[in-house]
C-alpha cells in the first residue's frame, strides 16, 4: 500500500530536549515537504526536499532541521524544542512533477511543555 | 501575498440534503487547485486537482469546479460517511518550494 508514514503520531516533551519526527514514504517520490498544522492558520510549509541531499527552507523554518540522506526518508529535528513549537505536524510526499498532488502522512502531535 | 479562504467555517447537512462548499484563492500564477478531505486523526486524503478555469472533476458524489478566482465542491445527496474537514490548498507559480497555500477548511456534519 502506498503511504508515508511519521512516527512517533503522540509526543510529549519538555523545552530543550532534542527530538526526532520520522518521516518514510514508499512511492519512490523525489519531493518531501513538512508542514505544521494551528487552529486558525491552516497548514504552513516548513521545510521541503526536491530530493537526496537537497533542502530548503519553507515558511517558517525558525527552530528546525532536516536532513535528506535517502530517498525515502526525511526526518524533522527539533533541537531545542520550545512551546511555540507545540502543533500537529505532517509530513507530505509527491512525484517529480511540480503540480502534481502531495500526500500527506496521519500527522505527529507534539507538545512541548 | 497568496491567500486560500474557504467558506463556511462549519455546515451541518441531513442525508440527502445537497450543498456546495467556497474556496476564494488570490495566488500568482496559479498551478494547481487541490481539494482535500481530512478525518479526525487522519492526515489530509487527496480528492481531486483542478489545473485551469472551467475545469470540473467528480468522484461519487463530489464534484469540484474552478474559475480564476474560486473553487467550489459540490456535494450531492451527502450521506454520513461524507462527514468530514475539507481543505483547498492553491498552488502558486514556480518557486521550486511547491509550498501549498491551505485555507482553514470547512468542517462538514451530515445527519441521519
Known amino acids: 500500500e502506498a503511504q508515508v508514514t511519521q512516527n512517533p503520531r503522540y509526543l510529549i516533551t519538555v523545552t530543550g530536549k532534542k527530538l526526532t519526527v520520522t518521516c518514510s514514504q514508499n512511492?519512490?517520490?523525489?519531493?518531501m515537504s513538512w508542514y505544521r498544522q494551528d487552529p486558525g492558520l491552516g497548514l504552513r510549509q516548513i521545510y521541503y526536499?526536491?530530493?537526496?541531499?537537497?533542502?530548503d527552507k519553507g515558511d517558517v523554518p525558525e527552530g528546525y532541521k532536516v536532513s535528506r540522506k535517502e530517498k525515502r526518508n526525511f526526518p524533522l529535528i527539533l533541537e531545542s524544542p520550545s512551546p511555540n513549537q507545540t502543533s500537529l505536524y505532517f509530513c507530505?510526499?509527491?512525484?517529480?512533477?511540480?503540480?502534481?498532488?502531495?500526500?500527506f502522512g496521519d500527522g505527529t502531535r507534539l507538545s512541548i511543555l | 501575498e497568496d491567500q486560500v479562504t474557504q467558506s463556511p467555517e462549519a455546515l451541518r447537512l441531513q442525508e440527502g440534503e445537497s450543498s456546495s462548499l467556497n474556496c476564494s484563492y488570490t495566488?500568482?500564477?496559479?498551478?494547481?487547485l487541490f481539494w482535500y478531505r481530512q478525518d479526525p486523526g487522519k492526515g489530509p486524503e487527496f480528492l481531486f486537482t483542478?489545473?485551469?478555469a472551467g475545469e470540473e472533476k467528480e468522484k461519487e458524489r463530489l464534484k469540484a469546479t474552478l474559475t480564476k478566482k474560486e473553487s467550489f465542491l459540490h456535494i450531492t445527496a451527502p450521506k454520513p460517511e461524507d462527514s468530514a474537514t475539507y481543505l483547498c490548498?492553491?498552488?502558486?507559480?514556480?518557486?521550486?518550494?511547491?509550498?501549498?497555500?491551505f485555507g482553514s477548511g470547512t468542517r462538514l456534519q451530515v445527519q441521519p
Open positions: 512511492m519512490n517520490h523525489e519531493y
Open positions: 483542478l489545473y485551469s
Open positions: 490548498a492553491a498552488l502558486p507559480e514556480d518557486t521550486g518550494r511547491r509550498a501549498l497555500t
Open positions: 507530505a510526499s509527491s512525484s517529480g512533477q511540480s503540480n502534481q498532488p502531495q500526500h
Open positions: 495566488v500568482s500564477g496559479l498551478r494547481g
Open positions: 526536499s526536491m530530493n537526496v541531499e537537497v533542502t
